[in-house]
């Protein structure tokens, strides 16, 4: 087997199992330190070789000497990052590009260095808010387990002995722990079939695109994912039109850093309006519930201004205080909703436990 489809196995198993080998940090870090060493005189090889000395990753310092090793064979370093397209992206590699033709690379990677970063603070916002409401899921099924698995077996035996009529709730933890202990293990087996199942209908692309245009259509999570796919657009379209691209070349590029297949497909017929010598408004306001008329009417006015980098530029801020909205107000929603079923759950169990022993503290008052 040749080494092209063995890398190629190798990356298609990375998406699959949603393993990132080079952190987004690593990519920021990468970028300002490649800007600062060209910028400070030292050449490319150079840069290179001393942010390979300062990496603590073996995977990262790896790449480097690859990259290394081409341009010292006469290739330039977007060429060589070809070769990591699965690890840098598009967006990385494309910046670069330009950069090294309009002879500015380290404006370009510094002003990358800067995008990437701002992408990250996004992710981590949106990452961050979700903490909460996850710790209070983890708490409810570790309480649950605990009292289920450990509490309960012990105090069964006291009420069997006892002759204590259990209440039907009991009687419903007492059927599910003995499907447990009989299918548990098969159960097990069964939902991590079902787990991998999920992921790999997610690689088919009609599949994925269903699931994404259903997402659309779900209340805040519509809104949230409509406000970040919206900053990343303006953000790297920006990026890409202030290194120099054309717009053309931009979306091309842009269409690439987009997740969601829904406007992936929108994008990929802007290109097309664009290539026909036609305004990308003109498509972009057939679709308002996509791309809202604050955008459409912004992007027009750059159009016919000719400042359409910094009209991005402003959307893609204003969309992402959307985002920290769109988030805080999910947030609010989520956490009452949270604890009203944690609550709940825990509630059943207890009641469950404490029910019996109350009959069993009665019958000995009686007696």
């Not at 699965?86 to 950069?99: A, D, E, Q």
């Not at 570790?142 to 009529?165: C, D, E, H, R």
């Not at 406000?227 to 979306?251: C, E, H, Q, W, Y």
């Not at 791309?291 to 000719?306: Q, R, S």
Request: charged share 15%; proline share 3%; net charge positive.
């Amino acid at each position: 087997m040749s080494k092209k489809p063995r890398k190629n196995i190798q990356v298609s198993l990375l998406h699959f199992f949603n393993v990132t080998l080079i952190p987004l940090q690593e990519k920021v870090n990468f970028a300002r330190h490649l800007s600062i060493g060209i910028k400070s005189g030292l050449s490319l090889l150079d840069t290179l070789d001393l942010i390979k000395q300062q990496t603590s990753s073996k995977r990262f310092s790896a790449m480097v000497s690859r990259i290394m090793e081409d341009i010292n064979n006469g290739q330039s370093l977007a060429d060589s990052l070809e070769r990591f397209n699965y690890v840098f992206g598009h967006l990385f590699i494309s910046m670069v590009r330009v950069g090294e033709v309009g002879g500015n690379l380290s404006g370009t990677l510094a002003y990358l260095s800067n995008e990437l970063k701002k992408q990250r603070e996004l992710h981590n916002r949106v990452k961050s808010a979700m903490i909460y409401p996850a710790i209070i899921l983890i708490v409810t099924i570790g309480i649950t387990v605990f009292l289920t698995l450990f509490i309960f077996p012990k105090i069964l035996p006291i009420f069997q002995s006892l002759g204590v009529q259990l209440p039907a709730s009991t009687r419903l933890i007492i059927q599910t722990l003995s499907f447990l202990d009989n299918f548990g293990f098969l159960l097990l087996v069964s939902m991590a079939v079902f787990a991998i199942a999920v992921r790999a209908l997610l690689f088919i692309q009609k599949v994925r695109y269903g699931m994404h245009a259903v997402s659309l259509r779900i209340p805040f999570v519509s809104t949230l994912i409509i406000n970040v796919t919206i900053t990343s657009f303006s953000r790297v379209l920006a990026a890409l039109l202030k290194s120099g691209m054309t717009l053309l070349d931009a979306l091309v590029v842009v269409k690439t850093t987009i997740s969601n297949l829904v406007y992936q497909k929108h994008v990929e017929q802007m290109i097309d309006v664009v290539r026909r010598g036609e305004e990308m408004t003109k498509y972009l306001k057939k679709y308002p519930k996509l791309f809202p008329p604050m955008l459409v009417g912004m992007i027009k006015v750059g159009e016919g201004t000719g400042n359409l980098e910094d009209n991005l530029l402003y959307l893609a801020e204003y969309y992402e205080s959307e985002v920290d909205e769109t988030v805080n107000n999910l947030t609010t929603i989520l956490e009452p909703l949270l604890l009203l079923f944690m609550g709940v759950i825990v509630g059943f169990i207890a009641l469950s436990i404490i029910t019996p022993i109350y009959k069993v503290t009665q019958g000995l008052n009686i007696r």
